[in-house]
């Protein structure tokens, strides 16, 4: 990456609550007993801090797609260690990662926007990724199931072994406080 264009894009850090995002969106919850996004999200860190003279891109989604892709592999290979070699194939991880960054990006998705609507676009994609990662756990996880995975109440009361009214109130709850958090 050229001098130039690295004043156009963010700095890494501030991709860590997206990235984790991403990676609790792809990991099966039972799962992040044995695998922590967030240390896999480290390691995506390590691995693009040294890479960074590859970087080819000059605007914060030419990194943040660059930065899902080593994610990917990055959760690939944790996952490939933790199951020995009986995982899901990588390109199958890739694609699950970029529909959740599709759907995410969705919730705040802009007809056309000019550049001045993209940055502001970006902005709130980053403050939605940490708003979503101050909340309760369970609240986090029901909102991510719904509004991300795109799962019926149902499904979530099955997966988290919660009542259908258990779900309702927590999604209700976690949807309230992603709002003031969100300043909406």
Same mark, same amino acid.
């Given at each position: 990456?050229?001098?130039?264009?690295?004043?156009?894009?963010?700095?890494?850090?501030?991709?860590?609550?997206?990235?984790?995002?991403?990676?609790?969106?792809?990991?099966?919850?039972?799962?992040?007993?044995?695998?922590?996004?967030?240390?896999?999200?480290?390691?995506?860190?390590?691995?693009?801090?040294?890479?960074?003279?590859?970087?080819?891109?000059?605007?914060?989604?030419?990194?943040? *797609?660059?930065?899902?892709?080593?994610? =990917?592999? !990055?959760?690939?290979?944790?996952?490939?260690? +933790?199951? #020995? %070699?009986?995982? &899901?194939?990588?390109?199958?991880?890739?694609?699950?990662?970029?529909?959740?960054?599709?759907?995410?990006?969705?919730?705040?998705?802009?007809?056309?926007?000019?550049?001045?609507?993209?940055?502001?676009?970006?902005?709130?994609?980053?403050?939605?990724?940490?708003?979503?990662?101050?909340?309760?756990?369970?609240?986090?996880?029901?909102?991510?199931?719904?509004?991300?995975?795109?799962?019926?109440? *149902?499904?979530?009361?099955?997966?988290? =072994?919660? !009542?259908?009214?258990?779900?309702?109130?927590? +999604?209700? #709850? %976690?949807?309230? &406080?992603?709002?003031?958090?969100?300043?909406?």
């Amino acid at each position: 990456m050229t001098e130039g264009s690295a004043a156009r894009v963010r700095p890494l850090a501030q991709y860590r609550e997206y990235l984790r995002l991403l990676a609790r969106l792809q990991l099966d919850p039972r799962l992040q007993t044995q695998l922590d996004p967030s240390d896999v999200v480290q390691e995506t860190l390590l691995k693009a801090h040294g890479a960074m003279g590859q970087f080819r891109g000059k605007t914060d989604n030419e990194l943040a *797609a660059w930065l899902r892709k080593i994610l =990917a592999n !990055t959760l690939a290979d944790a996952l490939r260690k +933790l199951h #020995r %070699g009986n995982g &899901r194939p990588d390109h199958s991880l890739e694609n699950a990662l970029e529909e959740s960054s599709a759907r995410i990006e969705a919730l705040l998705a802009a007809h056309e926007p000019s550049p001045s609507q993209q940055a502001i676009h970006n902005e709130q994609l980053h403050r939605l990724a940490k708003a979503l990662g101050e909340l309760p756990e369970d609240q986090r996880l029901a909102v991510e199931m719904k509004h991300l995975r795109g799962l019926s109440v *149902a499904q979530i009361a099955e997966q988290m =072994a919660k !009542t259908r009214p258990a779900i309702i109130g927590l +999604l209700f #709850r %976690g949807l309230k &406080r992603l709002r003031e958090l969100m300043g909406e």
